[in-house]
């Protein structure tokens, strides 16, 4: 393999744990246990769905959020297919013995085949229009019923019905259609990066109003869960500000006797972003970082000064040295932005413990770093593009982009 990922079983299993117990400390107890759903959407953040879904689900996950059916109907195959549960004590790992409930997050119930493919695999679906309600009513047809989440816009304006009258609409429909299930209700914040954010509360009171339409319904949704990573960081342990936003989803959850829920994506892979507000600077969660990306030295090269350095002459070699090429390029995801000229630092990579900066263009499938540094670095070495040393937040940085799409943009050939 010339480019892979190696994903650290014991760092996601141990995220999950520290968000779990995080969640559980800071909030008063209930009578309703708090649950962490663990996002996995989109091939789990880069890291691999069919490892992480079964990582998860043996920690005890009780909810799994996947982009889409199909992406779920992979979830139900690799977990069933790994016999979750087998010869297990602890009660986390009992709770993994059922296979976790699957989240289609992105509501894409209205595409062909997609209620279908919920149906057949036992997935929840995301909705929020009248026509979603009628899909799965005719996907369901004599079978079990389906269970749904309607998403609440509480002021993103992407997915979501407004409360009021559209809300109104919404559960009564569903009220009315015994193939529809409500089993649970929630909203997705826009700002939870920022401490006591007007934006988080004005999008609370919106919220609130449509627990209220809920309890008036008279349905009696089983779950509901706001929030992701930020949210349930947004503060240091013991922080009133933090207490107090998982107090909130407890206390919106009590008003139906449902259970509360948080969701957690980023944070599970080991990356939290840093809350900005005054007097908050670090965020309290202990993860750690859960993917290495790693390629192998292909080549070693000594040039002269003079020497002109990949696509464009970008980079000029202005004294002697030794340059290692590397068989990973943009076409895996390594980004462009990573590009170097003499004018202009780029990124780096970490070779035998040390940083190698990337010299020149980062190319389609080659990219050249300079070893002149390092001490016999040869073919066949281990090369760490993203892991130790060189972190998402890096690549992130050096991109001018967020840690979340360093991670998705992560190819590895099969
Ligand atoms: C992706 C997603 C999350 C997870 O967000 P993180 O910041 O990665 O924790 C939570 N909720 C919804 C609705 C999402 O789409």
């Not at 003079?306 to 390594?334: C, H, K």
């Not at 263009?361 to 770093?369: A, F, H, I, Y």
Request: hydrophobic share 45%; net charge negative.
């Amino acid at each position: 393999m010339k480019v892979w990922t190696e994903i650290a079983a014991g760092r996601l299993a141990g995220n999950f744990a520290a968000l779990s117990s995080m969640i559980s400390d800071s909030a008063p107890a209930g009578p309703e246990p708090m649950a962490l759903l663990a996002v996995i959407k989109a091939n789990a953040y880069g890291h691999g769905i069919d490892p992480c879904a079964g990582i998860l689900a043996k920690a005890g996950a009780e909810w799994l959020g996947v982009t889409d059916a199909h992406e779920g109907a992979r979830v139900r195959a690799v977990l069933s297919a790994s016999g979750s549960g087998e010869g297990i004590a602890s009660t986390s790992q009992k709770r993994a013995m059922g296979q976790p409930e699957v989240l289609v997050m992105s509501g894409t119930v209205g595409l062909p085949g997609e209620a279908e493919c919920i149906a057949k695999n036992g997935l929840t679906a995301v909705i929020w229009e009248l026509s979603h309600v009628q899909r799965l009513a005719e996907a369901a047809g004599d079978g079990r019923p389906l269970r749904v989440h309607v998403e609440v816009d509480t002021g993103m304006s992407r997915q979501g019905v407004a409360p009021g009258p559209a809300l109104e609409t919404m559960l009564r429909a569903i009220a009315e259609e015994p193939r529809v299930v409500l089993d649970g209700v929630f909203t997705h914040f826009a700002a939870t990066q920022v401490a006591g954010s007007e934006q988080t509360a004005a999008q609370q009171a919106s919220f609130e109003a449509a627990i209220e339409q809920v309890a008036g319904s008279g349905l009696k949704p089983r779950w509901v869960h706001v929030g992701n990573s930020s949210y349930l960081d947004n503060g240091t342990p013991g922080d009133s500000r933090q207490r107090s936003s998982l107090a909130w989803v407890r206390a919106a959850a009590a008003r139906l006797g449902a259970r509360p829920m948080v969701r957690s994506g980023l944070a599970l892979y080991g990356y939290v972003l840093p809350i900005e507000g005054p007097g908050l600077s670090l965020a309290g969660a202990h993860v750690l970082p859960v993917m290495t990306w790693k390629t192998r030295v292909i080549g070693v090269r000594e040039v002269q000064p003079g020497a002109q350095v990949g696509y464009d002459g970008a980079f000029l070699a202005e004294r002697p040295m030794r340059l290692a090429l590397l068989p990973i390029g943009y076409a895996d995801g390594l980004r462009r932005e990573f590009s170097s000229t003499n004018a202009k630092a780029g990124g780096w990579v970490v070779i035998r413990g040390e940083r190698a900066l990337i010299v020149g263009r980062v190319s389609m499938n080659l990219t050249t770093v300079d070893v002149s540094g390092i001490a016999d670095v040869g073919e066949g070495d281990e090369v760490t593009i993203l892991g130790d040393g060189v972190s998402a937040e890096d690549h992130a940085r050096v991109v001018r982009t967020i840690a979340y799409e360093i991670l998705c943009g992560v190819r590895v050939g099969e």
